[in-house]
């Protein structure tokens, strides 16, 4: 008689995705306690589980349907939930339903995002993400609340600023837009010593201003998006900003020549 196959989860990948979602869960109560300072770090904290959990599983040969359908789970409150209550928290909870409609952008953002994520698994272009990853949103919010407690500003005086913000990077998420995974970057192979260097100068100046530095990083990635769209697109039209995600997913792996010649082709059919 054979031996039923014991049941259980991998320990080493889910503790990490736990990590994370602790980080989450604990900007959520840092900011209703008015740390708003800690809330943001403890976000890049959850980051920084989320990039691991995924990549020891593969390691370690321990991935499992239940550690992915977890760790969507887990980014939800930490990409999700916590920067839209540490922003709302900070400075949109004196702007009444202007405030509230912001922070919920961006969490409805952040779902849509997350559930298309994992709709594309095994057939988007790994090249690019279609549309802001919501770590990198998070980031993007977290750090903006950062800076401003750095600073000393009154989140309240900048209200309108940080729902801009909020709101944007909630509609980032869900646009068409695509951004570099830096995916094909080759982890494994030999460097110029001289990248060594420039990857220690880059931690220096982020540990100078790391709130400040951060902040600018993710801006700038975020604005990468429009950007690279608009750069590769010879005319932009409404599907290359929030149109059906299967046909962006098609021309994300296509240059502008290649995706005018596909249409001529569909035209003449």
Known sequence: MSQSKRKGIYLLPNLLTTAGLFSGFFAVVSSMNGRFEAAAIAI??????????????????????????YDSMAD???????????????????????????????????????????????????RFFQGLASPSAAALVSGLVWVGVEYGANGDDYGLVVAFITSAAGLLM???????????????????FVAILIILMVFVIVATEPALV????????????????????????????????????????????????????????
Do not use: C
């Not at 980051?47 to 020891?56: A, E, P, Q, S, T």
């Open 44 to 69: 890049f904290v959850a980051m920084i589980f989320d990039g691991l959990d995924g990549r020891v599983a593969r390691m370690t040969n321990t991935q499992s349907d239940f550690g992915a359908e």
């Open 174 to 192: 869900v646009s068409n837009f695509k951004y570099n995974s830096f995916k094909e970057v080759n982890w494994h192979g030999k460097v110029p």
């Open 214 to 269: 951060l902040f600018i990083v993710f801006a700038l990635y975020a604005l990468a998006g429009p950007i690279n769209t608009f750069r590769t697109v010879d005319k932009v039209t409404l599907d290359d900003v929030v149109g059906d995600h299967e046909e962006a997913d098609a021309d994300f792996g296509e240059d502008s020549d290649d995706r005018q010649g596909r249409k001529k082709a569909e035209d003449k059919e």
């Open 76 to 126: 939800m409150v930490s990409f999700g939930m916590a920067p839209a209550l540490v922003a709302y928290n900070w400075g949109l909870s004196g702007m009444g339903k202007l405030g509230w409609l912001a922070a919920f952008i961006y969490v409805a953002g952040a779902a849509l995002r997350l559930a298309r994520f994992n709709t594309q698994v095994g057939i988007a272009d790994k």
